[in-house]
Each structure stands twice: as structure tokens, then as C-alpha cells.
């Protein structure tokens, strides 16, 4: 007598393979936007992934400030405003300042509607102590993000990067990691990947949207790391 595996009496099915969590996608033909790409994290990070082949457009608020940023830069890199920038582009990086975060985002609900968006900014505030991390209503900017954006896919992740080694043609590789926080394994993967399109960083999973006020709130010690030890200090998660 055979059995059939759907049948109470069957063999259970087996379970499919795990997937390889260093099996990414290839990104290299995807545009990538960077809003706030004339500030020092925006332009250093654009020029990163321009200088690994990657098509990038810088967005600003003036197109004429983004087109030369654009032309300092060179690698192919264009210059737009923000909203054609967000409208020419398949991945869209949130790099503008937190004070005008949620006033630049609701300004291009329309134009990022169906776009992978990664936010990279810190709520942060400083006084005589240094830095320390606020807290916004909704958690975190990765989740303000996502509110003002329901049509978009939201991502959280470059956050622990040095603006200086970024944009500094000196160094060749940038030995840190990248968390990466995201509602879709499908997103979060397409990021990592594009993290690992710079020599030196990997792209690690931290998470959902939920948990990004962590990873936000600890530039705050990073910045205390790098004035006392006058470095430019990033992370490396172990074991992984």
C-alpha cells in the first residue's frame, strides 16, 4: 500500500531549504536618488556608490545647487530637484536634515508612490553635553517615514557612516556595516545588497521598522566615540 505525504497517515512533506541570507540581488542596473544630496552624508554616499558603478542622481531642493554638487562630483552623477530626482529614480535615499524631514517627504508623497525608499536620518539634538537622540511621535524617522509615505516601500539603514570617510577619495574601502531594518525581506535584500556595492561594507538585517529608533539614537554614542577618540568610528556586528 503507498501513501501519499497530503494524507494523515503520509510521510510530512518536506520543508524547503533556508534561504541563504547572502544570496542578494543583483542591483547594479537600479538608479538610485539621493534627496539631501548635497550635504555631507548625501553627497559622500552618492559618491560612494557612483565610484562602484551604480547610476545616481542627486536631489536638492534648487536644481541648480544639485547639478553642481552633480559636476564636482563626476562618475556619471546627475543633479536634479527633488522631485524629479525622486521620480527618475528606482531606489530613493532620505538623506536631508531631520528638522526638514517630514516637510521634504510630504512635499513628494506622489513622486517616491511606488518606490524603495531608504531613511538614513538621525533625530538627533546637541547642547553643551553633545549629542544626544530625540524621539520622534511616531518612533523614529524610519517610521515617520513610512507614515508619510503609505504608498512607498520604506527602509531604514546607512545611518552609522562618517560623512568624512564617505567623501574622502583617499580611502578605497569602508570597513563597516550596514543595518538594515525593513517590512520585506524582499527590500531589505535589495539594500544589503546595494550597502555591499561599496568595497568594504556588508549590509546586515536589524530588524523591522519598529526597531529603528535604536539604530538611530546610537549615532548620539558614536559621535561621543569619534570626539573622544578624534576617529571616525562605524560598527561591525560578529559572528555573522
Not at 190 to 205: D, E, H, S, T, Y
Request: proline share 4%; charged share 25%.
Amino acid at each position: 500500500m503507498t501513501t501519499d505525504a497530503n494524507t494523515p497517515d503520509g510521510a510530512a512533506a518536506a520543508k524547503p531549504a533556508a534561504k541563504d541570507p547572502w544570496d542578494l540581488p543583483d542591483v547594479s542596473g537600479l538608479v538610485v536618488g539621493v534627496l539631501g544630496g548635497t550635504g555631507d552624508q548625501g553627497r559622500g554616499l552618492a559618491y560612494r556608490l557612483a565610484k562602484a558603478g551604480q547610476q545616481v542622481i542627486i536631489g536638492s531642493r534648487s536644481a541648480e545647487r544639485a547639478q553642481a554638487a552633480a559636476e564636482e562630483l563626476g562618475l556619471g552623477v546627475r543633479g536634479l530637484d527633488n522631485a524629479e530626482c525622486a521620480r527618475a529614480s528606482d531606489i530613493v535615499i532620505v538623506a536631508v536634515p531631520w528638522d526638514g524631514h517630514a516637510k521634504t517627504l510630504q512635499a513628494l508623497r506622489e513622486e517616491l508612490a511606488g518606490k524603495l525608499v531608504i531613511d538614513c536620518v538621525n533625530p538627533l539634538g546637541f547642547d553643551k553635553k553633545g549629542a544626544y537622540a530625540l524621539k520622534p511621535e511616531e518612533g523614529s524617522a524610519a517610521e515617520q517615514a513610512a507614515a508619510l509615505l503609505p504608498d512607498s516601500r520604506v527602509t531604514a539603514a546607512f545611518h552609522h557612516l562618517s560623512a568624512v570617510l564617505l567623501q574622502d577619495p583617499a580611502v578605497e574601502r569602508i570597513d563597516t556595516d550596514v543595518m538594515v531594518l525593513g517590512e520585506s525581506r524582499a527590500d531589505t535584500d535589495i539594500v544589503q545588497a546595494l550597502a555591499a556595492r561599496i568595497p568594504g561594507m556588508r549590509g546586515i538585517f536589524a530588524g523591522r521598522l519598529r526597531n529603528a529608533h535604536q539604530v538611530e539614537s546610537l549615532v548620539a554614542n558614536l559621535i561621543s566615540v569619534n570626539r573622544r577618540y578624534k576617529a571616525h568610528a562605524g560598527l561591525r556586528v560578529t559572528d555573522v
